[in-house]
């Protein structure tokens, strides 16, 4: 059953599900928090989260600044919406796409505030085989997305 309403306030019974799976929706909202609890709500006790989303610490490559641009650390600890096209493969998106940047210590903060407890981090990237395309070298110098694993307490 595919089911479509407002993520932070979703027609759902609590503690419904085992999992939850979301694959750059984080990205996509403003209230991470709010995002985080009703998450929660909708879980069972135990039931686990698996989020996929940019990564805050290295995606500046895409957030309209050069690491080296002084204005970047201060940038880094502030909630952030930023509108962009995607270009994959010299394919680019057909309308832009607005993306929530925030700094680690919120992400990790609206997990745990949430009940979550971090089981598991991965920062996903292309094997050295695929570094030898040079597109996958120019476009992923560093890491540019994160996996986080938690689970419900």
């Given at each position: 059953e595919i089911l479509c309403c407002d993520a932070l306030d979703m027609p759902i019974d609590g503690n419904e599900f085992d999992v939850a799976f979301s694959n750059h929706s984080v990205n996509d909202v403003s209230d991470l928090p709010?995002?985080?609890?009703?998450?929660?709500?909708?879980?069972?006790?135990?039931?686990?989260?698996?989020?996929?989303?940019?990564?805050?610490?290295?995606?500046?490559?895409?957030?309209?600044?050069?690491?080296n641009d002084p204005e970047w650390p201060s940038l880094y600890f502030t909630t952030r919406?930023?509108?962009?096209?995607?270009?994959?493969?010299?394919?680019?998106?057909?309308?832009?796409?607005?993306?929530?940047?925030?700094?680690?210590?919120?992400?990790?903060?609206?997990?745990?505030?949430?009940?979550?407890?971090?089981?598991?981090m991965d920062e996903p990237h292309p094997t050295a085989d695929m570094l030898q395309d040079p597109w996958?070298?120019?476009?992923?110098?560093?890491?540019?997305?994160?996996?986080?694993?938690a689970q419900l307490r």
């Amino acid at each position: 059953e595919i089911l479509c309403c407002d993520a932070l306030d979703m027609p759902i019974d609590g503690n419904e599900f085992d999992v939850a799976f979301s694959n750059h929706s984080v990205n996509d909202v403003s209230d991470l928090p709010a995002l985080m609890a009703e998450i929660a709500r909708v879980l069972k006790p135990g039931g686990r989260f698996v989020m996929l989303g940019l990564h805050p610490c290295f995606y500046f490559q895409r957030s309209g600044l050069d690491e080296n641009d002084p204005e970047w650390p201060s940038l880094y600890f502030t909630t952030r919406p930023r509108e962009q096209r995607f270009n994959v493969a010299g394919i680019e998106s057909p309308a832009p796409v607005r993306a929530w940047y925030r700094p680690l210590s919120d992400v990790i903060t609206a997990f745990t505030s949430a009940g979550f407890v971090i089981t598991g981090m991965d920062e996903p990237h292309p094997t050295a085989d695929m570094l030898q395309d040079p597109w996958w070298a120019a476009n992923w110098a560093k890491p540019m997305f994160l996996l986080i694993e938690a689970q419900l307490r």
